[in-house]
């Protein structure tokens, strides 16, 4: 009995422990929530079999705001930083084995998914420690803006323009700025405060991703538009204060 009593009081004082509750428990809400995406992901691939680029684009957008789990539950640099690394490995040995095909379904060659987990490792190597708003502005800019661009662009593009070889849509191109502009606007007012001088350096930031998102030849766009977004919004709010 005394034993019992003694293993009682052990588990009690781990669960009591701050630091293991708050290593633990942000770790497994993250990992539930990836679990989750790639479920609907597969899901979406058997419902919708004619349309794989909204399967690619819904994860696009659901992974990408894993940022802000990290965020909002206070996940170390380190810990991100090392996901990103697995991220990128990951993607290098889904060109050669189709680890997902669900989500490396569509039918052009692109390192996207290999440039997006480089973005979120570079972001947060710098950002994270003192300036975190900075790496989610650069991730949800890309994630909401170019899988909003492709979403409205493949089903309202109606209105034509040529970048070199690669064919957009007018309305796929206001889609990304208005979220580019939607993600800076939000994210920068709620932590310095809403001002016109916010607005003003995020429709700047929108202009900006939206002219790299056009030149999205092999994904490209996945590494520019998130460091354009999280390092241009960095340098010209040091310019307000």
Same mark, same amino acid.
């Given at each position: 009995? #005394?034993?019992? *009593?003694?293993?009682? @009081? !052990? +588990? $009690?004082?781990?669960? %009591?422990?701050?630091? &293991? ?83 490396? #379904?569509?039918? *052009?060659?692109?390192? @996207? !998914? +290999? $440039?997006?987990?480089? %973005?979120?490792?570079? &972001? ?118």
């Amino acid at each position: 009995m #005394s034993q019992f *009593r003694i293993l009682l @009081g !052990t +588990l $009690f004082s781990l669960s %009591s422990n701050n630091t &293991l509750v708050n290593l633990t428990f942000p770790l497994a809400a993250v990992f539930a929530y990836l679990v989750l995406l790639v479920m609907l992901a597969e899901a979406l691939s058997h419902l919708i079999t004619d349309d794989p680029e909204l399967t690619r684009k819904v994860v696009h957008i659901g992974s990408g705001n894993v940022i802000l789990l990290a965020w909002w539950l206070n996940i170390s640099r380190t810990v991100i930083v090392s996901a990103a690394i697995i991220a990128a490995a990951i993607a290098i040995i889904s060109y050669v084995i189709p680890i997902l095909p669900s989500i490396e #379904s569509v039918q *052009r060659k692109s390192f @996207g !998914t +290999l $440039f997006y987990a480089i %973005s979120m490792g570079v &972001l947060t190597a710098y950002f994270w420690q003192d300036s975190p708003q900075y790496a989610v502005i650069g991730i949800l800019t890309m994630a909401w803006g170019d899988g909003m661009a492709a979403i409205i662009g493949q089903r309202f593009g109606q209105h034509k323009y040529q970048v070199g070889q690669i064919i957009k849509s007018w309305e796929g191109s206001l889609a990304m700025s208005m979220a580019a502009l939607i993600v800076t606007g939000g994210i920068l007012a709620s932590v310095v405060g809403n001002s016109w001088q916010i607005w003003g350096i995020s429709l700047g930031v929108a202009v900006v991703a939206t002219i790299f998102e056009a030149f999205s030849k092999l994904g490209i766009d996945n590494l520019t538009v998130p460091l354009a977004s999280g390092f241009i919004s960095f340098f010209w709010m040091q310019g307000l204060s």
